[in-house]
Nanobody, 122 residues
C-alpha cells in the first residue's frame, strides 16, 4: 500500500525553475515505479517522466533536457526538477505510484496524488 502527496507547485516566470516533491507512505516505496503526469485545461493527462525502482528514467520528448526525475528511498520521496520552464508547462502535476502484490507479484496497484498546480507566466 502506497499513498502519495505532491507539493512544490506555484507561480514561476518563463525560464525559471521549480522542484516538485512527491512524498509517499508505505514500506514498499523502494520497489515502486514512480511517475509524474500533468494535465492542462482542456487537454488529456500526459506522462511527463518516470523512474523505476532501480533508478532508470524516461521522459516525454517535450521535457527532455529541461526536467529531471529522481528519488530518495530513504525519504520515501520522488522529485521533479523543472528548469527552463515555458508557459506551455502550465498544468496540474500529478504523482503516480505503481507497485505489485500477490504471491508472484503479478497483481498491479496504483495510487494517484491530489495534484499540485504549476503556473508559468510573466
Amino acid at each position: 500500500q502506497v499513498q502519495v502527496v505532491e507539493s512544490g507547485g506555484g507561480l514561476v516566470q518563463p525560464g525559471g525553475s521549480l522542484r516538485l516533491s512527491c512524498a509517499a507512505s508505505g514500506s514498499i516505496f523502494s520497489r515502486t515505479v514512480m511517475d509524474w503526469y500533468r494535465q492542462a485545461p482542456g487537454k488529456q493527462r500526459e506522462l511527463v517522466a518516470g523512474i523505476t525502482s532501480g533508478g532508470s528514467t524516461n521522459y516525454a520528448d517535450f521535457v527532455k533536457g529541461r526536467f529531471a526525475i529522481s528519488r530518495d528511498n530513504a525519504k520515501n520521496t520522488v522529485y521533479l526538477q523543472m528548469n527552463s520552464l515555458k508557459p506551455e508547462d502550465t498544468a496540474v502535476y500529478y504523482c503516480h505510484a505503481k507497485w505489485w502484490e500477490g504471491y508472484l507479484r503479478t497483481e498491479s496497484y496504483g495510487s494517484w496524488g491530489q495534484g499540485t498546480q504549476v503556473t508559468v507566466s510573466s
